[in-house]
């Protein structure tokens, strides 16, 4: 994805660059209301947030990240909006509002542009930097230790049930003989030259489906996404809308078991929602997002 430079410009000075996907669409379905309180669990470069703040009078956000790079960014970009923006560092399923109730809830999952952009951080196999993926460098497991460290079982289970990866326990068996592995593109190379053509997805790097597969498990992305989606219905007002945006099938189908089976959420978007042409053409990385949007029912003895 090519930004503009002023984008690029602000990327670069505060470590992370970020367009935020189906954003015209995220709005729309949440119906931001003049006064609301809103939380943006995944707050990233903040750019879902300032649309939030933009979309009606004395809107307030509570934003969190895991990344402090993320935190440090969106302060830097929305410092603006003063009183009406607080920060909280930390993991959204971990987050406890106490007694506060919100209008709306947003959580735009997986890895960010600014996360995979920047080689050190070890998101990308397209450039090289350490296997490190944590999105919470505080957290002591890193993609290195899963590599070269866990057993072979253990590697092939992660590649195939976190990854999706067919040829999971060749390649468990191939990084066992070959690790230790140092770098992304090490490890990205050394996958590639052990698949043979027949495997091969089109444009998809052979890498693909292991490298998310680490960062799943580095990160306990799904263990923590199923947390939030139970507490998080508790955390609306009555008529308050929770609205996700997730990038690959593991995520989708979380996602819409959760909302459809809680007694709490009326589903609103029967399919989930795409973006169009023009936003993919605008920025590829969109093309894989979906959009679904749940509001909170009132019901008898629930607690609203």
Not at 39 to 65: N, Q
Not at 84 to 99: K, S
Not at 110 to 120: R, T
Request: include cysteine; aromatic fraction near 6%.
């Amino acid at each position: 994805m090519v930004l503009p430079e002023e984008k690029q410009n602000q990327g670069k000075q505060f470590g992370f660059a970020h367009v935020p996907v189906l954003a015209s669409e995220l709005i729309s379905k949440l119906e931001v209301k003049e006064g609301g309180h809103y939380l943006d669990a995944t707050v990233g470069a903040g750019g879902h947030t300032k649309l939030l703040l933009d979309a009606a009078p004395e809107v307030r956000v509570t934003a969190i990240d895991r990344d402090e790079m993320a935190i440090a960014t969106a302060r830097a970009n929305l410092g603006a909006y003063g009183e009406r923006l607080q920060f909280w560092h930390g993991n959204f399923a971990e987050y406890d509002p106490g007694l506060t109730k919100f209008d709306g809830i947003i959580a735009d999952l997986g890895v960010s542009s600014g996360q995979l952009d920047i080689a050190e951080r070890g998101f990308s196999f397209r450039l090289q930097g350490d296997l490190d993926m944590r999105m919470d460098c505080r957290q002591s497991l890193t993609a290195a230790e899963i590599v070269n460290h866990w057993d072979q079982k253990k590697l092939a289970d992660i590649f195939y049930n976190y990854g999706e990866e067919r040829r999971s326990r060749q390649i468990a068996r191939v990084l066992v003989e070959k690790r230790p592995f140092r770098t992304t593109t090490e490890l990205a190379r050394a996958i590639a030259a052990n698949t043979p053509h027949r495997y091969r997805s089109g444009s998809i790097h052979p890498a693909t489906r292991v490298f998310q597969a680490l960062r799943i498990a580095v990160n306990a992305e799904l263990e923590n996404l199923e947390i939030f989606l139970e507490k998080a219905p508790l955390s609306l007002v009555p008529g308050g809308r929770i609205a996700l945006i997730d990038f690959h099938s593991l995520e989708d189908r979380l996602i819409k078991h959760r909302l459809r089976s809680s007694s709490l959420l009326k589903v609103l978007t029967k399919k989930p929602i795409r973006p169009g042409a023009e936003e993919v053409a605008d920025n590829p990385r969109s093309r894989s997002a979906k959009l679904r949007v749940a509001e909170r029912l009132e019901l008898a003895g629930v607690p609203g």
